[in-house]
């Protein structure tokens, strides 16, 4: 009879008095039939002690909050990421509706809900997308102790000099440069430009292609669309939107929609 025995960085097939490894890489269609074999209800057996305690906790475990599209880019960004393989490995999802991945292969499970307690060895990503839903679960995980890496593809480019929080995604071929500051939970999608001096607050997303000038000011949940410029000195206030392709040439009011070229206030 096959069983599995868990391993460090994967399990141990048991099968006719031999043991075969199988590590968690969801490419291998062995660690696959793993995750179907716990799908039907069964427990793999607890890891041995190991004789050198003192190696263990090599790599964190990086759970991926939030199951839904979002949730999918980021499990596939991060594993590429730097850190993933050096630093953590994706242990799985957190999300609250069990069944969100249901339909969708090659992705790891939705182990728990958002209500689970952060370990020692966890790490944190928070992959939902919409901006109030950043803004319940973050906080909620940080007081329960919770870190949250910074998730950075390696194709980016950031000065060393740029100033960033937590939990920031910075997405592939964007540039931040120098002295630039970025707050936490914030999001940087892919080709990217962002200028020496640029503040940009929390939980803000700059969308595909824009491009922000040097010494830009952006508040907290700020959303730059697709193809939009920010020229130097502009200050955007927080809750802002600028729609795709826009121009912004002045300063835009907190809580203001502007869109055109040049950037005019719609709402």
């Known amino acids: 009879m096959m069983t599995y025995r868990l391993a460090e960085f994967g399990v141990q097939q048991i099968e006719e008095g ?13 660690w696959r039939e793993f995750e179907s074999w716990c799908a039907l209800g069964n427990k793999p057996a607890a890891m041995p002690t190991r004789p050198f305690p003192a190696e263990r906790g090599r790599f964190k475990k990086l759970w991926i909050i939030g199951a839904g599209g979002y949730g999918r880019e980021i499990f596939g960004m991060s594993q590429s990421a730097r850190g993933c393989g050096s630093e953590w490995r994706v242990a799985g999802f957190l999300n609250d509706l069990p069944n969100t991945l249901e339909g969708y292969a090659g992705y790891p499970s939705i182990c728990f809900g958002t209500d689970y307690q ?18 319940l ?7 329960r102790g919770a870190h949250f890496v910074n998730l950075i593809q390696p194709s980016a480019c950031v000065s060393s000099s740029v100033k960033l929080g937590e939990g920031i995604v910075i997405e592939a071929f964007s540039g931040i ?39 830009t000011e952006i508040g907290d949940e700020v959303l730059i669309g697709s193809h939009a410029v920010i020229l130097p000195d ?17 300063d835009v009011p907190a809580g203001a929609t502007v869109f055109g070229v040049p950037a005019r206030r719609i709402s």
């Open 234 to 250: 502009v200050t955007i206030g927080t809750g802002a939107t600028v729609g795709a392709g826009s121009v912004v040439v002045r």
């Open 18 to 30: 031999q043991s075969t490894f199988i590590s968690h890489d969801l490419r291998q269609p062995a």
């Open 137 to 143: 679960v973050c906080p909620k995980f940080k007081a």
């Open 177 to 215: 440069g120098a002295d630039a500051h970025i707050g936490d939970f914030s999001v940087i999608l892919s080709h990217v430009s962002i200028g020496h001096d640029v503040m940009l607050g929390s939980y803000s997303q700059v969308s595909p292609f824009a491009s922000i000038l040097g010494r």
């Open 118 to 135: 952060p370990l020692e060895d966890d790490l944190f990503i928070c992959a939902i997308g919409e901006v109030p839903g950043r803004k």
